[in-house]
Structure formats: C-alpha cells, structure tokens
C-alpha cells in the first residue's frame, strides 16, 4: 500500500523539482540552438564574425539581405519543395501503413522493404537521383535505348530543373519510411479499436479510411511531418546535387554567401541562417496550433 | 608577437564567450604546441635552429580535400618523407580559402589558439586574410629551398597582383584551359571569337559552373574582349571593370540563350560540370590546371581521351601559395614543411601527370642536375599542352576585386540572385 500510495501521490516538492529538472534538460537541448542563434544576431548586426565593421550594431545589413527578391524566391523555393517533399512522403507513409498492416508475410515483407531507404544517407540518396533522373542518367539511357529519345537534351529535366522534381522525389524517397515509422506506430496503437467500432457501427470501408483511420493517422503523423518539413527546408547536401541555380535554395544561398569573394558579404548568411530558424519556429509554431485545433474538435 | 597576443579588434566580454563555446573544439585541439616565436622571428633563425624546433612536432595544413590525387600525394607520398626526415606529423584536414579565413575570423575573436599551423590560399583569399592581419611574416622569402623559385615569373611572383611580401610561400601553378574530347570535337575552337561561333552553331552543347572557374572562364572572355590584360592591371578602377564587364555581359547576352538548358541552369561547380562533360551532355568542361584533363582522365572522371586546350587569345595562370595562420600553434614546423614542398622532388612529383600534375614554381635553370632534364622530360607528354603554348598564351590574375564584382553581378544579370 505505501508503494501504491508513493506512486500515485507524490510529494508538492517532488513534482516541482522534477518539472524543474525536466526544463534544466531541454534548456541544455537548446543551448546549441540558443547559442547559434544569439551569435547569428550579432553577426546580423555586424558585430562579429567576417567582414564585422567593428562600427558597432546596425540594421542595414539585415535590411539589405531581406530585401533582396533572390532572398525570398530562394525562401519560396525551398518552402515549395520542403512541402511538396513532405505531402508526398505523408501520404505515402500512410498508403504503406493502411497496406501493409497486418501480420501476414506480405505484410512484414511490405513494411520491412519499405523501410530501407531509412539506412541511406541524404547525399547517398541524392546521388542515386541524379544518376537515375538526370538527362544522362539510367532513365535517359533507357529511353535511348528504346528510341524514345534522341539524345540528353530530349530528356525531360528533372535535376537542376526550376520546380525542383528531383529533388521532391529523392527528399520524398528518403522521408517516407520514418514517416511510415511513425504511421505504422499511430496505426498499431490508436486505429484498431476505432476502426472496429466504426465497423460495428455500419460503416463502410471507404468511410472508415476516410473518417476515422486518415484523421488518427493524420493528428500521429503531424509532429513527424513538421519535422521532416522543416528539416527538408534546412537541407543542404542533396539540395547542392540537385537543385536549379535559379532560384537559388534557402542552404545554398546561405553557404553562398557565406563563403563569398567578398569578405563584407560573408555576414549575410547571418541574416539568411536566422530567416531559416524564423521559419522553423513557424513551422512549429503552426504544429501547435493544428494540434490544439485537433484538440479541441477532438473534445 | 603583436598578432598572437593583441587581436584586433577586442568585443565585449560577452561576444568572446560565445566565440569561445563555437570554437573551443579547434582550440583544445591535441597537439597545438604553442611555439612563442612567431615566423617572422623564427625567420631570423639560422634555418638549422628552425628544423630542430620543428622536429618530433606535429603541423596541422588546413586544405581543399576534395581531389583524390592530391590527397594520394599530400598524405602517401608528402606525410612519410617528412615523417622520416623531420620527425614530423602531417595532419592534412579539410579546409578550402573561404572557409578557413572565416574560422581565423572566429578564433581571433575568441582570443583561441590556432587549429591548424599551414593553410592553402591565394587570390582573394590571401587578399581577405592581409586585410584582416590574419597571417604571420614576412617569412617565406628565408626558407632555402625558395633559392629556386621562379621570381622572375609575374604569375609566381605576383599573387593576384598582390606582392606576397613573405607572408606566403608559392606552391604551385596551374593555368585555365578548356577541356574537350577531340573524337567529339575533332576541330575545337582556339579563340574566344572561334568558341562563339561554335557555341552558335551548337545549341545546347556548352555551359560553365558557377563556382570560381566558371568565373575564372568569364574572366578569360572578359580579358579577350577588352583588349587584354593590361587595362585591368594596376588595382580595382571600378570605371575599367565597368567597360570590360559590359562587354562581356553583352557577349553572354549574344551566346546564353545557346548554353545548356538555355543558360536557365548552371552546375553547381566545376565537379558537375565535368559530370556533364562525361555523359556527353556538354562538349566542353574547364579547369585551372591545364593538366586536370589527363588526370580526371587517368581516375576515370573524364573520357579517356579529354584533352586540355588553352585559347589563343590568352588564359588565366595563376599560382598557388601556403600561408601560416597568425594564431598558428607550430609555424616552426610549418616552415618546415613549405621548405619541403619547394623542393625540387617534392615539386617533381607533384607535376607528374600520373600523380597530380601541379606545374612547379621553380625555375629549371635555378636548380641543380639532373632536375633541369627531369622538369623539361615532364612537358613532352603526349597529353599534356606544350610548355610554350602554356607560357606563349598565359596572361596573370588581376586584383581580387575585378572577380568579387564579376561573381556578384553575373548572379545578380544571369541568375536573378543578388538583389
């Protein structure tokens, strides 16, 4: 009975120290962060960091960087495919999941291959796509070999194009087995149960899809899609492979000016590194809100 | 001394401590020895003294790491001689010009001791690094084996048109050279006015990087255009940039719209653009090294027979230099091993075309025998440009500011970036 008692009712203090401990703990998380953020705004302001005036604070490299059109298109961009990327990938995971999850051997076969992009490296992956979807690569080679076409330049462009297709495919090939991760998961823990009362309630089997298995594996997937969106936004190696030079991506403009010619320009990738966090705290910041509307209608 | 212990610029306490948590890797690196003598210093040492100081210690050369072949040379061939002959350690770690004038940037500011002892530069690099008092010297005139050097050459002696004044060290020296494969294009062109005409005639089939021997070809055109190298000498004249690079951008008008993809894409770097070259996507690749051909050739990067050519109207040859980091814990034995790579040996092996294929900064005459033949032995490759081709048609580097502005405003005019 003491046992039970301890467990069930812990002391005032207990629970303050450990909601204390638990903030000591994500606040060493982000110190990293928190660091790289702080310098990035001196470095903004031309305080630190190459090409720094030593003038003091100013805003005027801030203003200039986000002035720029190159700037937001290569923001856009990256948003455009770091969304593309993610719908597919989320959409993907869960066909994967609905398809395959049962107990039979097609099943375990089902998940398992879908799950071995997980052991490839981002660039490892990007160098597939582009020996695969370039105007030279296995694709092409295939169409030439089948008279389909003439030469590379009959190819469709699908690397370094301007609306990023390969990219969108590599990024989602890479993604969609965590995504399926996590769907399988949501699926295992929360879908069965509801999904059988459905049923039992008359439910067809479109209906249930549609209304109770995609909603729960929509609220399971939503902090592992934001994940993946933000990080695909951030990405850099398999942007720099295959990604158009006009626009120019988010990284690759930051990394641009970060190793310019010019010395004085160096500090805008300050700016652009923190525009880069800017988004990711939005995209949190929109989890957040989804979540609590989810909540909310939940209720 | 000055340098190692007063940077220049001192923020507030709080701006060092968080330089300090960036950097604190680099700094408790293993092996920073921390010599108090400078290179300057250890410059007015009798070179003996400077060898036993260096001895038993480790040199930490920041460096590109990107070409197998120069890895293979620097850590298979250059490591064990100057482990043998010096007892030291060569550490070779990753590190290209812009990166690690950043890092010196970030160190000065943390007051931390240096990561790496040797650093490969030149150009603006060399430019960013002077401005910034970020290298130790003058030094590099008092190591022995830079009796041999070819001073006498613009390109050797003249960095960028900068006088290195001792606080570099040549290495080596490379000139640009378009790259094609003669069972594709058995009548390439050899002037800029003859590669219009081809990349007119062949929609599709030619393109640069946008990296710095895209510009580096941009630059060629630019000289070719405006009546040479000359108007361009003598610093940055913003007037004289203004009148060259019109013509050139009035010349990528004329031929973009016949570039890969319609000049609507351009690779990455000049990795990519040989990529294309390979699969037969372009008809040209380039590069610095006018060896590079036979090289990428050699590890199966380029077709077997790809070819280097230099146009008549003059390409660019510059040199490559190493410098000593201004907060560097070992320049001792830094000297110690630029004194190395300037011998002839260690510069004979470089610029053997199965090797790497560097070109020497040494000059022939200057040497002993039997290096004068072994060197001259090396320009009849088959494969390679004939020495005096590659000296009748080589112009310098101009100042640093010419490419800055060249760099910003092709991606402001053809790619759109920049504002």
Known sequence: ?299 | MALLTSPRRRGPRARLLLAALLVAPSACAPGAGGDPLDAARLAELPWDSVVERARGSRVVWRMWRGDPAINAYVDGWVAPRLRDRFDITLVAVEGRGPELVNQLVVEREAGARGGSDLVWINGETFHNLRSEDLLQGPWAGTLPQAAGVDSASAIVARDFEQDPAGFESPWGRVQFALIYDPERTPDPPTTVAALTDWIRSHPGRFTHDQSFTGMTFLKTVMYALGGGVAPLQGGFRESDYQRASGALFAWLDSVTPHFWRGGSAYPGDVAALHRLFANGEVDFSMSHNQNEAATKARQGILPPNARALVLRDGTIANAHYLGIPFNAPNPAGAMVVADFLLSPEAQFQKARPDVWGDGPVLAPERLPAPWPERFRALESDPRAVPGDTLRAYAVPEVAPGYHERLAEEWRRRVRGAGG
């Open chain 1, 1 to 299: 009975m003491a046992l039970t008692r301890s467990a069930g009712r812990r002391p005032a203090t207990w629970r303050r120290g450990r909601r204390v401990r638990g903030v000591a703990a994500a606040a060493l998380v982000a110190l990293p962060v928190g660091v790289g953020v702080v310098y990035m705004t001196l470095g903004a302001l031309g305080m630190v960091g190459p090409g720094s005036a030593g003038n003091g604070a100013s805003p005027a490299r801030i203003a200039r960087v986000l002035g720029e059109r190159a700037v937001w298109e290569g923001t856009l961009w990256s948003l455009w495919v770091a969304a593309a990327s993610t719908a597919l990938a989320t959409l993907g995971a869960a066909a994967v999941a609905v398809a395959y999850r049962g107990t039979r051997p097609l099943d375990r076969a089902g998940r398992t291959l879908s799950l071995l992009p997980l052991a490839v490296p981002h660039l490892a992956a990007a160098v597939g796509a582009l020996l695969v979807l370039g105007q030279s690569g296995l694709l092409a080679r295939v169409a030439l070999r089948l008279g389909w076409i003439a030469g590379p330049a009959q190819m469709p462009a699908l690397v370094l194009d301007p609306w990023g297709w390969g990219l969108i495919l590599a990024l989602t090939w890479k993604e969609l087995p965590f995504l399926a991760l996590v769907a399988s998961s949501v699926l295992a823990t929360h879908g069965t149960a509801l999904e059988e009362t459905a049923r039992g309630l008359g439910a067809g089997p479109w209906a249930v899809l549609l209304r109770v298995t995609w909603p729960t594996l929509w609220r399971g997937m939503l902090p592992a899609a934001v994940a993946v969106f933000t990080f695909v936004a951030g990405s850099y190696e398999a942007a720099a492979l295959l990604a158009p030079s006009d626009p120019l991506a988010l990284p690759l403009l930051t990394w641009e000016r970060h190793t310019d010619a010019a010395l004085t320009r160096r500090g805008d990738a300050y700016v652009l590194g923190l525009l880069a966090v800017a988004l990711a705290a939005l995209a949190v910041a929109a989890h957040e809100w989804l979540a609590a509307r989810g909540r909310r209608s939940g209720a």
